[in-house]
């Protein structure tokens, strides 16, 4: 199979234009040209009013050699990949030992469809609930202000990806195409089959509701079980003679006890009750950066004007997206994080007391508003004190908010004009904020640290130049946005395992080995397949 990139056509073509137009590249004759598959479509937009689809396309020639023959030296014209998964272990029949996978997010739900795959019927503990019981504590949050702090945006089945923008982009190194394997499992649980090649695909939060169920059925029929409200609260972890700590169970809520040497731990970052739980049992864990700052709103057809000129609006392009950075001079990164076209804000607080925004959309990106987290990088120099200091960092700014807020879950809220001139709000202008169950106008300054407000100061302006409004003075910030990573890492050595805890497999975000739902997929697999090479090695040694 060979792989033919860079091959554009004008965004309006004919779906049946594609074969003409590969057959004239490659100077080919009908009958040579047996099939292609579309690997990748992505469009280019830096000439406005000539936007173009850049396709790379599999080719099936009835004699490849002969078209590489005919175009020598092509740089767009090579092998195509074998992105194929294989699984890398089987459990032998009858193999009674279980892995234990805690998590039921991106993460731990790939992890456990790869173990159970593999024949190792992992039981995936999960402190939430079931997906649908999940929306609705979800949505009385966003309708009624009740947070429910065992079931709400982070924690629950699906994980914190769940009410998301289900954007499905990575810039991880991924030599394996472990991504694909993601993607393959996403569609055959029901996600669109254009996620498979379109450059930046996106599900949208309904369709992730119904995926998530589908996976557990799977996991289920291949002899894999879930538990929910099943909430690991301590390890049990065995010292030998030579030091060696090693896995030998988990304590869970109501005082339940499950034998488990092999542990998956995909627990996302926001559970800050186990990050404190794993210090105390003596796990490895060290401190490490993250971001903090606000989500902005602007109407999404200015963002579209700006980024697709005369090509706004287009439903074959979709709403336009962004990516800014802004090296700001007091040494501070600011960027935009987690970009939602045609989305909304959402709240996404876990622990009573606290304010967290977020962003998510449905599939078709339809709502009236484009929402960005703008965040200003941050590093342990911000928050000495150990491991778990970034936590408290977080609580301290989340606590702030959600006093600015009015203290009932509504969000404090500011137009960029007001904070542009340190000013606070006192009424909102023409962008109406999404964020549900509303908004306080405020001063957001003070919900941030001021190295952020001042960075976030300088950076707007300087967007502005590479999206013309960027900085209109009627823009909503809404705060605070805190959980962009995770504060800390349960650092993990070359075979997956904790540095300090042999059979405890630190995965995902929470872990701090992933930031998005395909990173924390890829990971899920990576780590599945050391947990199955691990057991197979356990059981020669027995
Ligand atoms: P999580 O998804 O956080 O899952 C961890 C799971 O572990 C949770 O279900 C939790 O309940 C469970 N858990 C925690 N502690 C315990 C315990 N002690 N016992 C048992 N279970 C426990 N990323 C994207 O790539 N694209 C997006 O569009 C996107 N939008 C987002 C929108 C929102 C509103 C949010 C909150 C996040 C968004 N993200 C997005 C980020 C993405 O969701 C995360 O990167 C991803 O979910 C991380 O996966 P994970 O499996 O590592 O952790």
């Known amino acids: 199979m060979l792989r033919l990139t860079e091959l554009r056509l004008p965004i309006d073509h004919p779906p049946e234009a594609l074969r003409p137009a590969i057959l004239r590249r490659l100077r080919l004759r009908e009958g040579e040209l047996v099939d292609f598959t579309i690997a990748r479509r992505g469009y280019d937009a830096r000439k406005k009013n000539l936007i173009q689809f850049v396709y790379t396309l599999d080719l099936e020639l009835r004699d490849e050699a002969s078209v590489r023959g005919r175009n020598p030296g092509d740089r767009n014209l090579g092998t195509a990949p074998d992105t194929g998964y294989r699984h890398v272990a089987r459990a032998p029949e009858g193999f009674r030992n279980r892995p234990v996978v805690i998590g039921a997010g991106p993460c731990g739900l790939t992890a456990g469809l790869i173990l159970a795959q593999m024949g190792f019927r992992p039981i995936i503990l999960e402190r939430g609930k079931v997906v649908r019981e999940r929306t609705k504590d979800t949505w009385a949050l966003w309708r009624r202000?009740?947070?429910?702090?065992?079931?709400?945006?982070?924690?629950?089945?699906?994980?914190?990806?769940?009410?998301?923008?289900?954007?499905?982009?990575?810039?991880?190194?991924?030599?394996?195409?472990?991504?694909?394997?993601?993607?393959?499992?996403?569609?055959?649980?029901?996600?669109?089959?254009?996620?498979?090649?379109?450059?930046?695909?996106?599900?949208?939060?309904?369709?992730?509701?119904?995926?998530?169920?589908?996976?557990?059925?799977?996991?289920?029929?291949?002899?894999?079980?879930?538990?929910?409200?099943?909430?690991?609260?301590?390890?049990?972890?065995?010292?030998?003679?030579?030091?060696?700590?090693?896995?030998?169970?988990?304590?869970?809520?109501?005082?339940?006890?499950?034998?488990?040497?092999?542990?998956?731990?995909?627990?996302?970052?926001?559970?800050?009750?186990?990050?404190?739980?794993?210090?105390?049992?003596?796990?490895?864990?060290?401190?490490?950066?993250?971001?903090?700052?606000?989500?902005?709103?602007?109407?999404?057809?200015?963002?579209?004007?700006?980024?697709?000129?005369?090509?706004?609006?287009?439903?074959?392009?979709?709403?336009?997206?962004?990516?800014?950075?802004?090296?700001?001079?007091?040494?501070?990164?600011?960027?935009?994080?987690?970009?939602?076209?045609?989305?909304?804000?959402?709240?996404?607080?876990?622990?009573?007391?606290?304010?967290?925004?977020?962003?998510?959309?449905?599939?078709?990106?339809?709502?009236?508003?484009?929402?960005?987290?703008?965040?200003?990088?941050?590093?342990?120099?911000?928050?000495?004190?150990?491991?778990?200091?970034?936590?408290?960092?977080?609580?301290?700014?989340?606590?702030?908010?959600?006093?600015?807020?009015?203290?009932?879950?509504?969000?404090?809220?500011?137009?960029?004009?007001?904070?542009?001139?340190?000013?606070?709000?006192?009424?909102?202008?023409?962008?109406?904020p999404s964020y549900k169950p509303g908004v306080t106008p405020t001063d957001l300054a003070t919900c941030l640290p001021d190295f952020a407000v001042a960075a976030i100061r300088e950076a707007l302006p300087q967007f502005d130049r590479q999206i013309r409004g960027f900085a209109m003075a009627d823009a909503v910030m809404t705060g605070v946005e805190t959980r962009t990573s995770s504060p800390l890492r349960i650092t993990r050595g070359d075979d997956f395992q904790s540095l300090n805890t042999v059979g405890l497999f630190p995965a995902g975000e929470g872990a701090g080995y992933a930031g998005g739902i395909l990173s924390a997929g890829v990971d899920g697999i990576r780590v599945a397949e050391a947990v199955g090479i691990a057991m197979l090695g356990a059981q020669q040694l027995q």
Not at 199 to 206: E, L, N
Not at 264 to 292: C, Q
Not at 376 to 403: C, K, M, N, T
């Open 145 to 432: 202000s009740v947070l429910t702090p065992e079931s709400n945006v982070q924690f629950g089945e699906g994980g914190a990806g769940t009410f998301s923008d289900g954007k499905l982009w990575s810039g991880i190194k991924d030599p394996q195409h472990l991504g694909r394997k993601v993607m393959e499992e996403f569609v055959k649980a029901g996600a669109p089959e254009e996620i498979l090649y379109v450059s930046k695909p996106h599900i949208g939060t309904f369709r992730l509701v119904s995926m998530v169920e589908h996976m557990r059925r799977t996991v289920e029929k291949l002899g894999g079980e879930y538990r929910f409200g099943a909430r690991v609260e301590g390890l049990d972890v065995e010292t030998g003679a030579d030091g060696t700590r090693r896995m030998r169970g988990l304590h869970l809520a109501e005082g339940e006890y499950l034998a488990a040497d092999h542990v998956v731990l995909a627990i996302g970052h926001s559970a800050r009750d186990t990050f404190a739980a794993l210090e105390r049992d003596g796990v490895f864990l060290e401190a490490k950066p993250f971001s903090i700052g606000v989500r902005i709103e602007h109407p999404q057809s200015l963002i579209d004007r700006a980024r697709l000129g005369p090509h706004a609006g287009n439903p074959l392009l979709g709403a336009a997206d962004y990516k800014l950075v802004h090296h700001a001079t007091n040494g501070r990164a600011v960027y935009s994080f987690c970009m939602c076209p045609g989305g909304t804000v959402v709240a996404a607080a876990s622990e009573p007391g606290r304010l967290v925004t977020n962003g998510m959309s449905q599939y078709s990106r339809a709502e009236r508003n484009a929402n960005a987290g703008i965040v200003v990088s941050i590093s342990p120099e911000d928050y000495p004190g150990g491991p778990l200091a970034g936590i408290e960092f977080q609580r301290h700014w989340e606590e702030r908010a959600f006093v600015a807020g009015g203290g009932t879950y509504a969000a404090p809220a500011q137009r960029v004009g007001d904070f542009l001139a340190g000013r606070a709000s006192t009424e909102l202008g023409q962008v109406v």
